[in-house]
């Protein structure tokens, strides 16, 4: 599929461009702040091709689609007017709160920088690596220049932040910038070098260096943001594109140096010193700790709560004993990766698998992690273990990061200091991570769904493979719709397997039938679900929606009674497909085989659209389930 088609696609499914309240991007994902969540249709947009996967963390609607991301964007930004910061969108209708809200806000500041702090990064550690062994001196021109390359973003950190924070608060990002800069004057810096007594109409000024710092720009921006709708809004329209600049710029400037300023080094300093002393007191157990939890928290976008610090390390100590650590959860996913891809029989998955090893190398893990690791499950988990191993060697061998930029084999150099001091120790993690995934993924191994897909397809082609069947069942659909893999359905207890095989359905007509002639064995009270057991002894789960238990019978109308007699077409339930989207839950709608276990194979029949009756499942080779 091509990026714009893809585009499209995207725009289409998350409501719509009049949905969409703003558009960033990171490494691998699309993150949306959308003014109603529940206009989108995540089933669709996980089942497209080019999609990864789709996670709502933090007050975002975060579509991954990998490594063409940036070209993604930008086909975004040229089919429709999203990118476009002088178009009025209105807000969403509720904003996240508390840490999701904190989360939202620290995504979408840091999110457009990494490629170009990534990039910065990596060519700052390949300095330090030729000073260090002696290919450049730190006084030769050349290295002078390129270290102005590298190290530019970071001391100019603040214009940069200034205009990310100010497209999120929506406030004017010139004014932004401008306030940033005078953060970073020349005659500001020289007061501060020289330690020249300062006050500002007699109020003493506490100067800070605020080269490559986070906070106070930030803070200084969103209290910006604020005055400039206040200024905006009681000044004449003649003259309020001139006088609310001068008011910010006379308010916020003196203000972020009085006030902003120091607050924010200080809490930046606190929690700097905070994490520093976690490593001081046993370097072994935290760095095991941010071992295993860094792809946790990257799954919940916890992640970019620490981003911030890492930065911060850097500016304060020069270095971060922090981030090390992470980078072994890194290699330890590609190695749970690599690991499938040496087990698995299937074509298909060992591709996935080996193309995503590949690209979390470089420390894009979203394909490995969401393709190929949770859904298995066991690969994540030994995944976990070996990060943890590696994380404990690192943060034992002291381990620092001199530069910023996201763990991968290309940002490597940015962990190499004076005299290379722990960079051994972070080779040897990241290697033992690599290879304790790999070789717990091979030794535990996985339920290989697709292998079971070949065993089907192969049967399906050659009848007389399939063993005959002492009580086959035929699955009639009991819902009109479009056919959805069970494995992409937005809820792990019918996705995983783990309530039992089947296949989902994304209604278009809210009517639940009788699959076959039996007895309803279930009716839920919250009457979201119900089970019904053939005559043959197939047991038919059939919930409709996910999580829409919470609704406690709202948009549901239930016909039947546990124990009722039914035939193949009767109307077992009726619900409001709008009425259900509209409060917040999607619909699809799971149709499991709880007994699966009883089974040779479940078979599913038809792909694409689907109406009621027509065939759905085989379920072959049943083992004498008949009712007595």
């Known amino acids: 599929m091509s990026q714009e088609k893809l585009a499209k696609e995207i725009v289409e499914l998350v409501g719509g461009e009049k949905n969409v309240v703003s558009l960033v991007h990171c490494a691998t994902r699309l993150r949306f702040v959308l003014k109603d969540d529940a206009k989108a249709d995540k089933a669709k947009l996980e089942m497209t091709e080019g999609i990864i996967a789709v996670k709502e963390n933090g ?32 807000k969403p209708k509720k904003s996240a709160k508390g840490i999701g809200g904190i989360i939202d806000v620290i995504s979408s500041i840091f999110a457009p920088l990494l490629g170009v702090m990534a990039g910065a990064g990596i060519l700052k550690g390949l300095l330090l690596i030729a000073s260090n062994v002696g290919w450049l001196e730190t006084t030769e021109t050349t290295y002078k220049i390129l270290f102005a390359a590298a190290d530019s973003l970071f001391y100019f950190l603040p214009l940069l932040l200034a205009v990310t924070t100010a497209r999120k608060f929506q406030g004017n990002m010139f ?4 306030i940033a800069g005078a953060l970073i004057y020349p005659s500001i810096v020289t007061l501060k070098a020289e330690g020249t007594p300062t006050d500002f109409f007699g109020i003493p000024v506490i100067l800070m260096n605020y080269s490559s710092t986070v906070i106070p720009i930030i803070l200084a921006v969103i209290v910006m943001s604020k005055l400039e709708k206040f200024f905006n809004r009681i000044l004449h329209e003649s003259v309020k594109n001139f006088v609310t600049p001068l008011f ?3 308010i916020m400037v003196p203000l972020t140096l009085l006030v902003f300023g120091p607050f924010g080094v200080y809490v930046g300093n606190a929690i700097a010193s905070g994490l520093v002393a976690a490593f001081g007191f046993s370097p ?42 992470a980078t072994a959860s890194i290699f330890a996913q590609t190695g749970a990766a690599f690991g499938v891809m040496l087990k698995t029989k299937n074509k298909k998955l060992k591709t996935l698998a080996g193309s995503s090893t590949l690209t979390a190398l470089f420390g894009i893990t979203e394909p490995a992690i969401y393709g190929v690791t949770l859904p298995l499950k066991r ?23 001199f530069a910023s930029g996201a763990p991968g084999l290309l940002t490597l150099p940015i962990f190499y200091g004076p005299g290379g001091e722990g960079f051994p120790g972070l080779i040897l993690g990241i290697c033992v991570s690599f290879v304790v995934s790999a070789a ?67 209604p278009a007509v809210g009517r639940v039938v009788a699959p076959f002639d039996g007895t309803i064995t279930v009716a839920f009270k919250k009457k979201h679900a119900l089970a019904v057991v053939s005559d043959t ?28 007699r039914v035939n193949a077409g009767d109307l077992l339930l009726e619900f409001d497909i709008a009425a259900i989207k509209a409060a917040g ?13 009883n089974y040779e194979e479940v078979v599913p029949l038809i792909t694409g659209q689907v109406r009621v009756q027509e065939p759905l499942l085989t379920l072959y080779g049943g083992k004498g389930q008949e009712q007595e």
Do not use: C
């Open 59 to 90: 007050g975002q609607f975060q579509v991954v689609v990998g490594n063409k991301v940036p070209e993604v964007y930008s086909a975004i930004g040229q089919i429709s007017n999203i990118l476009d910061d002088s178009s009025e969108k209105e």
């Open 175 to 178: 004014v932004a910038m401008t």
């Open 284 to 325: 072994l157990l935290a760095g095991a700790v941010m071992g295993a939890s860094w792809q946790l928290l990257v799954i919940f976008g916890i992640h970019w709560g620490l981003i911030p610090v890492f930065i911060n390390n850097v500016a304060v100590y020069g270095r971060d004993g922090v981030k090390p650590a």
């Open 379 to 401: 690969p994540f988990i030994a995944g976990v273990i070996g990060g943890a191993v590696g994380g404990a060697i690192i943060g034992q061998a002291g381990t620092q990061a």
């Open 248 to 250: 910010l710029l006379v």
């Open 585 to 597: 839950y999607h619909t699809v709608t799971p149709i499991i085989v709880t007994n699966s276990a």
């Open 440 to 506: 717990l993924t091979y030794i535990m191994g996985f339920k290989d769904p697709v292998e079971e897909e070949e065993k089907v397809s192969t049967e399906s082609t050659n009848p007389s493979a399939r063993t005959e069947a002492s009580s086959d069942q035929e699955v009639l659909s009991p819902i009109e719709g479009t056919i959805v893999d069970l494995s992409d359905v937005p809820d792990p207890a019918f996705s995983s397997g783990a309530m039992g095989k089947g296949i989902a359905i994304e």
């Open 537 to 564: 002894g197939a047991e038919i789960l059939v919930h409709v929606g996910v999580d829409t238990v919470k609704l406690d019978g709202q948009h549901f109308t239930s016909h039947i009674q546990e124990g009722d």
